[in-house]
């Protein structure tokens, strides 16, 4: 039976996350620019619909919010070329990076991978689906993300190190694509942290906006 792509987060199997992926957020947490995509993964059980509250790990008190865009895959692959990455992408989505910054503080210290600050329940909220066809170009979007009115995060995905053929080139080598699966591909500068009651609300510019309240468990 074919699966409705535009309900993925009820089926994706993965989320992959593209890491410093924007020069600017790079350097405002002291890490170097990348020379190839950094990848960590976020479980199904993170993503998150409107409606339901964003909760604040109860092991972190510093979590920060990141705006990205995500390429939904329509189309299963490995080895994609960059000429035919875009032939597999079936549309788009907003969603956050919600990263628990002491956490993935204290694990870059000791060496260890980023797990507990980036895949907990609710890190991934996700706007509703856009279709491919809305977005004729992802490379030229302005991404924006307010906390109680004030705007923290405004920049363009024509910023991103690499683009989005190069992901889906660069990701489909090394884990195979599968429809419903999510790519993220990396917040603009500006990230910085929210706390119990805040109000989250982010958009690509004329496309969607989305909103989410903050809590703690």
Known sequence: MARNVT???E???KIICVGRNYADHAKELKNAIPTEPVLFLKPPSAYLKEGS??????????????????????KSGTGISRESAMEHVAG???????????????????????TLAKAFNTSCPVSEFIPKDKIPDPGNLTLWLKVNDQMRQNGSTSQMIFNIPYLINYI?????????????????????????????????????TMSFKVDRL
């Open 7 to 9: 309900r993925f987060w």
């Open 11 to 13: 089926w994706g199997r």
């Open 92 to 114: 788009y989505v907003l969603c956050l990076d919600m990263t628990a910054r002491d956490i993935q503080e204290e694990c870059k210290s000791k060496g260890l991978p980023w």
């Open 172 to 208: 489909s080598d090394i884990i195979s694509l599968e429809e419903g699966d999510l790519i993220l591909t990396g917040t603009p500068k500006g990230v910085s942290s929210v706390q119990e009651h805040d109000e989250i609300q982010a958009g690509i510019e004329g496309i969607v």
């Open 53 to 74: 509250p964003i909760l604040v790990p109860t092991y972190s008190s510093n979590l920060h919010h990141e705006v990205e865009l995500g390429v939904v895959i329509g």
